[in-house]
């Protein structure tokens, strides 16, 4: 096991050395990269499938009788804010604008493409173990806009544990550590998001306060199930 894995750290370092030159969105399009982009495309479309059901179940479940609230200390002494802009547009237009932003790096593409989908199938994983019923006084998003249909439509809402609306910007703060401003918006995004969903009461506070916990231990997998994609951004 210690041969085959120095084997593979000396591949990786090989292959980190011959693109430390210019690396281009056609480069994708090449060889091994090929493939790896293809499976990446993949493994997001599977995550995406296993989340639809893991929601469409968790929904079922919660309007089951037996699904009821439970007692939070932070919930139970912070009074209910309307944040559903920050929650709803904000969540929407930083997902198309992130993006764009990953698109426009082609050596984080791949990576950035498997670790979001083990992020989202991880959480598709845990949001279907435990079932419990919202917070009664919350901020109710009902639908009555063009992006609150897309919200509900994508069902965001669905689901406690982890929050992804605190866990994925993190995530990202990670994978684009070392570019300075992209980390910091990403961490100011991902505050910004943990106190939204925490005074709008759609969260318990072990979802917002595990979401970081999360997210660097899907980073740390992410490395180790894909190095070569890591190495093209180190």
């Excluded at 790896?36 to 479940?61: K, M, R």
């Excluded at 994983?125 to 006084?137: Q, V």
Aim: proline share 3%.
């Amino acid at each position: 096991m210690a041969d085959a894995h120095a084997t593979l750290m000396r591949i990786t370092a090989m292959d980190a050395l011959h693109d430390q030159g210019s690396f281009t969105h056609r480069d994708l399009f090449r060889g091994e990269r090929l493939f790896s982009l293809v499976s990446a495309f993949a493994l997001l479309g599977i995550a995406f499938l296993f989340e639809h059901f893991a929601s469409a179940y968790a929904l079922v479940y919660s309007l089951r009788p037996s699904s009821t609230y439970v007692g939070d200390l932070l919930l139970d002494n912070i009074p209910v804010i309307n944040m559903d802009f920050v929650i709803v547009e904000w969540a929407l237009t930083g997902i198309v604008l992130g993006t764009l932003f990953v698109l426009s790096k082609p050596r984080h593409i791949l990576f950035t493409l498997k670790t979001v989908a083990l992020f989202i199938a991880i959480r598709a994983f845990f949001i279907s173990l435990t079932h419990i019923g919202i917070y009664p006084d919350h901020v109710n998003i009902v639908g009555t806009g063009f992006l609150d249909e897309i919200y509900l439509y994508l069902n965001f809402q669905t689901g406690f544990f982890f929050s992804g609306h605190t866990g994925l910007p993190f995530l990202m703060a990670l994978i684009f550590w070392k570019e300075r401003l992209p980390r910091r918006i990403l961490l100011s995004l991902s505050f910004i998001f943990a106190v939204a969903v925490l005074v709008s009461h759609i969260h318990y506070s072990i979802d917002v306060f595990a979401a970081p916990f999360m997210a660097y231990g899907i980073f740390t997998i992410a490395k180790k199930l894909f190095p070569r994609d890591y190495a093209l951004i180190e």
